[in-house]
């Protein structure tokens, strides 16, 4: 099948890993390192790669013209992208293909966890490493993920938001309803919750699955409100997610406080819903998961923020995937300086012992921990921010305390 691929030179442009810089003689000046990028650039999933594509071309560019990999006498990133159309089978095709004729060191891309799932027996058997941005899981060696881990990353960080909201902040956060996206990911996240919000004392009084093919969500909703839950939890898709928020509008439900995943932080969750309706649910007792909000004092991060709003094809300015996008090309980065290598073997194993602490100039995500991956080669330190909107459209950090930019407004139920 043909495919829409584009092989770029990522062309040096006026900036360090970070900020911009008037240096020409740093740029890079040694052979290329040719990066291959799968990404679904058409298709149902191209909201990820148009999200994070312009990101990834950024940041190479800023690495480039900060002088490339120094340790590969300064050579260039040179970007070779694959559309996968959103397919896992073309998805693995198209890892194979960049591989084996285009000769690619190491792969990268957005590709979700189905999809990562169908790559990985390719890479496997190419024994070339790749990094996917979004995947919230890995069943092969040579693949590493950003993606946020259904146990230790979603769902501990919705309980662990819980357990502050009732000990920390005095909120009424006793009884819990479980609402996630009924597919397989969803089901999986329930799953932890359901185990953790037990184990640690909370009343869980039902579960409401939603259904990924509904067209509306209100009996969903009037079921979440018959259970009379203090607080509402769950994975949804980015459609679920406005389905549920506009049958809360119109049934006028705030009692429940909602915590849901990345969508609810994104700009774009305005927009979706419309102006009247965002205002009405959104600031009130409605907490989303994130990775970025600009009120976080992070100075490489808000540098990279700050450029990406100079980017003309992201419309609604730096989205939370964008953030995993360009934390993996510092990675990318930084395992091409330490290996000294773009040998593939060297590459994987030079990803699974690779520490960036926190506060380390390539280190952007909000964590602690800073970035290193565990066995199951995610994230050892997978925690993410909790935010909040407020009514002017600010998205402000109300969890962990580390990164807080307010405490969370509990509106009177």
Same mark, same amino acid.
């Given at each position: ?8 030179? $990522? ?63 300064? /050579? ?43 790559? #990985? ?15 919230? &899981? ?12 259904? +146990? ?15 000990? @920390? ?20 996240? &329930? ?15 039902? +579960?409401?699955?939603? +259904?990924?093919?509904?067209? @509306?969500?209100? /009996? ?42 990345? #969508? ?7 927009? +979706? ?31 990279? /923020?700050?450029? /990406? ?40 194993? &030079? ?23 565990? @066995? ?9 921010? $909790?935010?909040?909107? @407020? ?23």
């Amino acid at each position: 099948m043909p495919t829409l691929t584009r092989r770029t030179a $990522v062309k040096a442009a006026a900036g360090t890993i970070i900020m911009p810089l008037a240096a020409p003689a740093l740029r890079a000046q040694g052979p290329a390192v040719r990066i291959g990028l799968v990404q679904p650039m058409s298709g149902p999933l191209s909201a990820y790669g148009q999200e994070t594509q312009p990101v990834v071309e950024m940041v190479a560019a800023n690495i480039n013209a900060g002088g490339g990999i120094r340790s590969l006498g300064g /050579a260039r990133l040179d970007i070779v992208l694959a559309d996968n159309g959103g397919s896992p089978a073309r998805a693995a095709n198209e890892a194979r293909r960049l591989a084996t004729q285009e000769k690619v060191s190491i792969l990268a891309g957005a590709i979700i966890t189905h999809e990562a799932l169908a790559v #990985g027996p390719a890479l496997d058997e190419l024994k070339v490493p790749m990094i996917s941005f979004v995947s919230g &899981t890995s069943r092969s060696p040579y693949l590493f993920s950003f993606g946020l881990p259904y +146990d230790r990353g979603y769902a501990e960080t919705m309980v662990t938001f819980l357990e502050a909201l009732r000990k @920390d902040h005095g909120a009424r956060a006793q009884r819990i309803v479980t609402a996630s996206s009924n597919y397989e990911a969803g089901q999986q996240i &329930t799953g932890f919750l359901t185990a953790k919000l037990k184990a640690r004392g909370f009343d869980l009084v039902g +579960d409401v699955p939603l +259904d990924t093919k509904a067209q @509306d969500l209100g /009996a969903a909703m009037l079921k979440i409100r018959s259970l009379r839950p203090d607080a509402v939890v769950g994975l949804q898709t980015q459609r679920e997610l406005l389905l549920l928020q506009r049958a809360r509008y119109d049934l006028q439900y705030f009692d429940s406080i909602f915590i849901s995943n990345l #969508g609810v932080s994104d700009p774009s969750v305005w927009t +979706d819903l419309g102006p009247e309706i965002g205002a009405r649910v959104l600031p009130r007792n409605t907490f989303g998961l994130a990775l970025y909000a600009p009120s976080l004092a992070i100075a490489p991060l808000t540098a990279i /923020a700050t450029q /990406a709003k100079e980017l003309p094809r992201l419309k609604h300015g730096l989205g939370q995937f964008s953030i995993f996008a360009a934390q993996a090309m510092l990675v990318i980065k930084e395992a091409l300086e330490q290996a000294a290598s773009v040998d593939p073997q060297k590459l994987t194993e &030079t990803l699974g012992r690779l520490e960036l602490p926190f506060g380390h100039p390539a280190m952007i995500l909000p964590r602690a921990g800073g970035v290193a991956f565990a @066995d199951d080669r995610l994230t050892r330190d997978a925690s993410t921010l $909790v935010v909040q909107w @407020d009514a002017d459209r600010t998205l402000q950090v109300v969890h962990p305390q580390q990164f807080a930019t307010r405490k969370p407004a509990i509106t009177a139920r």
